[in-house]
């Protein structure tokens, strides 16, 4: 004889002490258990997918470069392929830095993505392309995420 009762969400068997459980009350119980947590397990809605985990491990990644002083360079990226976004700036440097006596602004911060970017930086891929600006680029304006012997952090988003 089966059990007298079943649990009230999966059905499965709930013997109280008159019962006789039988082996196929465990095999049925064993498929109902199979079929649930196979399904759940599946369902991409409450779980993550393998792609997504290794998206979600690898949230960020960090390369540093030396400045070369060459008015453009490729910089190849660490981490995740791919970033989405990213921020880059001049380690030991403020973002900006004035000079009130040749009345020019040297810029060592930016964001960069692949839909857009602050102007000296672009995104594409693995590969970060930075400019050095020789001469002012608007007004006073220099763009300086190359200058010579000048450490870089570019820190990526995926």
Known sequence: MSSSAKTPYLGLNKWVSS???????FVVDNVILENAISVH????THHITSAERTKWNNAYSITT???????????TLNGAANPVWGIVFAAGKTPDVTDFSNTADYNYFGIVS????????S???NTLTVSQSPTAVHGKEYRSYNEVSVTYVCITFA
Do not use: C, F, K, M
């Open 41 to 44: 397990h599946q369902d991409t």
């Open 114 to 121: 692949a839909n857009g970017s602050t102007s000296g930086l």
């Open 65 to 75: 470069y030396t400045g070369n002083g060459a008015s453009s360079r490729a910089v």
């Open 123 to 125: 995104l594409s891929g």
């Open 19 to 25: 019962d006789i459980p039988q082996r196929e009350d």
